[in-house]
Nanobody, 115 residues
Framework: QVQFAESGGALVQPGGSLKLSCATS????????MAWYRRTPDRARELVVG????????DIRDSVKGRFRPSRDDVNNRMYLQMDSLKPEDTGVYYC????????WGQGTQVTVSS
């Protein structure tokens, strides 16, 4: 079955960086349009950035433009999110999933940006 396992979250100071990882299984990753989502304390789960099958970035949230960069490894069925210049408002639980019709959510990985 489809599975997602996110990792790499941590407590980091404002201005810091993190790289999140997502291991996937149960589907043909290399043809899937994927995305990173996050659930913040005061908002519902929101799309952060997508990455298409060829690796193009899609649906980049305005608040993360120039700071977050997605990537993918189609050999190992993994995807990543490089996050730089982190801000307190980036705090939340981050998830990877399909860009379209997301389902089978993983547990996510907690990112906390605080001094």
């Amino acid at each position: 079955q489809v599975q997602f396992a996110e990792s790499g979250g941590a407590l980091v100071q404002p201005g810091g960086s993190l790289k999140l990882s997502c291991a996937t299984s149960g589907f043909i990753f290399r043809t899937a349009h994927m995305a990173w989502y996050r659930r913040t304390p005061d908002r519902a789960r929101e799309l952060v950035v997508g990455i298409s099958a060829p690796g193009a970035w899609t649906d980049i949230r305005d608040s993360v433009k120039g700071r977050f960069r997605p990537s993918r490894d189609d050999v190992n069925n993994r995807m990543y999110l490089q996050m730089d210049s982190l801000k307190p408002e980036d705090t939340g639980v981050y998830y990877c999933n399909f860009r379209n019709s997301p389902n089978s959510w993983g547990q996510g990985t907690q990112v906390t940006v605080s001094s």
